[in-house]
């Protein structure tokens, strides 16, 4: 009886778990997508992560973008000569 109650648990944490993870998986929300929003937030610019591309995907897109925007960040600005 409890070996039966038992496995019965343990089916219920999978199913779960499996629930939560199906609908973090097909959810607008991925880590790419929230990582674009924040630096959006937080730099003012447009960052465009397309969301039917896959995690590794957006990843990709996300860390050249923010590269690209440190770059520009650490060109050395022109000064203007005093006249």
Do not use: C, F
């Amino acid at each position: 009886m409890k070996a039966g109650m038992g496995l019965l648990g343990v089916l219920v944490a999978l199913v779960i778990v499996a629930l939560l993870v199906q609908k973090s998986l097909k959810g607008e929300h991925t880590a790419a997508a929230n990582a674009a929003s924040a630096l959006q937030q937080a730099s003012g610019q447009a960052v465009h992560v397309d969301p039917q591309t896959n995690v590794a995907e957006q990843s990709k897109q996300l860390q050249a973008q923010i590269r690209a925007q440190v770059e520009a960040a650490q060109a050395p600005q022109r000064q203007m000569p005093d006249e």
